[in-house]
């Protein structure tokens, strides 16, 4: 069975990209402008993993990682970045997100972290 994978962004050129590299990977790829559409649609509980950005309109990617904890506590949730603050580095890693990967990176590391979160051997830190 496919893994699938949601990818949360509100830049379209974003998700349009990681969605192309994680299709030509095997993936099965939801894409997502929004984390109230993503929640909204209830994907969620269907999805192996969840790629968001830390800054969009509405609901950031640190506010839905606050919320999928309560919803469903095992989702890794990967973030990516053009502002690669440290400050919101630590706070997305102590959380527990997988990874946190400025933008851009390398497609060989996000497939990488994606590969080691949706393991069935369990979940990886950076």
Known sequence: ???????????R???????????S???????????E??????????????????????MSGLDLQETLKDRQPDLPVLFMTAFPEDALRQRAMARGAVCFLSKPFNAADLLFWIEKATAPAGRGQE
């Open 1 to 11: 069975m496919r893994k699938i994978i949601a990818v949360i962004d509100d830049d």
């Open 13 to 23: 050129a974003i998700r349009n990209g990681v969605s192309s590299l994680l299709r």
């Open 25 to 35: 990977a095997g993936l099965d790829v939801r894409l997502y402008e929004n984390a």
């Open 37 to 58: 559409s993503f929640l909204n649609e209830g994907v969620a509980r269907k999805a192996d993993a969840a790629i968001t950005d830390i800054q969009m309109p509405g």
